[in-house]
């Protein structure tokens, strides 16, 4: 499915690999390289379906292998995640981090993922939580806001991202862009695959969590003393969640409304990042300011892979 986007000046490079869950449609894994090619890129693809293991795109050490193997390809500029669902925590202890942060590659992807931007971020490196191959551009109905973001991203120096927001209160704050998926970056608080920022702005997402458990989760970082350090808490999008009648009103917003009561740091809403079809590319590691005045938003990074 052709979609209007600007095209690349010049062939870019890119590799498929599947560090986590396995592509429910292999139909879908052959539409998508075809979408990225008529975008321009020179695609690579390191998942082989024979080599699918239980759940997971292929056995750990193969996973390992793929993003090696992508890292070491000289041809190849930007390393992007099939899917996410689960499986890179099983690889974190045999990744070579310094060798992937020194590739000179740009790794993009969510969810999941987010433990590899947390590695980029400890050596210094920048990364994309941006789209993945699978549903970003395997969908009936691709998002031209989605692939336009990450277009511009991996073109440019400067991105910017405008939102609505909740918030009233006019602020401008600065600082490094860090964050992802809330369950993700909990889930290695006190290992050593952590890494948290002082003074930074810091985003997250994720689906499926009820409201009290994103309060939990935000509670050990809050109790963890990361929140507190913070610039600024950007929420992207929070879904796939049901409530129940003994709620009993206890819903995201007064959830919210309790976090905010305990953790001094200002929290913005509506950011368009997670598990959603018009998904912001954002530049982990960047430069970034974030302004906001009458329910407006900016999210603006300057950087240089």
């Not at 603006?300 to 892979?305: A, G, K, L």
Request: net charge negative; hydrophobic share 45%; aromatic share 10%.
């Amino acid at each position: 499915m052709q979609i209007s986007l600007p095209a690349l000046k010049t062939p870019v490079g890119i590799a498929i690999v599947a560090p986590s869950g396995a592509p429910l449609d292999e139909a879908a894994v052959v539409r998508g390289i075809d979408i990225l090619r008529q975008q321009g890129f020179a695609v690579q693809s390191y998942y082989q379906p024979e080599q699918r293991f239980q759940r997971f795109g292929a056995s750990n050490e193969q996973r390992v292998a793929q993003l090696h193997a992508a890292a070491s390809n000289p041809d190849v500029s930007i390393v992007m995640a099939l899917r996410g669902s689960y499986g890179f925590s099983r690889l974190l202890p045999h990744l070579d981090f310094d060798l992937l942060a020194n590739s000179g590659k740009v790794f993009v992807g969510y969810s999941d993922f987010t433990l590899m931007h947390q590695a980029m971020l400890a050596r210094g490196r920048l990364s994309i939580a941006g789209p993945m191959l699978y549903g970003d551009f395997t969908s009936d109905t691709l998002s031209e806001y989605t692939l336009s973001q990450f277009i511009h991203c991996i073109s440019h120096q400067h991105h910017q991202v405008e939102f609505s927001c909740a918030e009233t209160t006019a602020m401008e704050v600065q600082g490094r862009l860090w964050g992802g998926n809330l369950a993700m970056l909990t889930h290695i608080i006190g290992t050593p695959y952590w890494t948290a920022l002082e003074d930074g702005i810091l985003f997250l997402e994720d689906i499926g969590e009820h409201p009290y458990r994103v309060e939990r989760m935000l509670l050990q970082m809050h109790f963890a003393g990361i929140l507190e350090k913070q610039k600024a808490i950007v929420l992207g999008n929070f879904s796939g969640y049901q409530l129940a009648a003994h709620d009993r009103g206890y819903d995201f917003s007064e959830m919210l409304n309790y976090v905010r009561s305990v953790v001094d740091v200002p929290i913005i809403t509506g950011l368009p990042f997670g598990h959603i079809p018009d998904r912001a590319s954002l530049v982990v590691g960047s430069a970034a300011t974030l302004k906001t005045a009458d329910q407006q938003a900016q999210l603006m990074m300057d950087y240089q892979f």
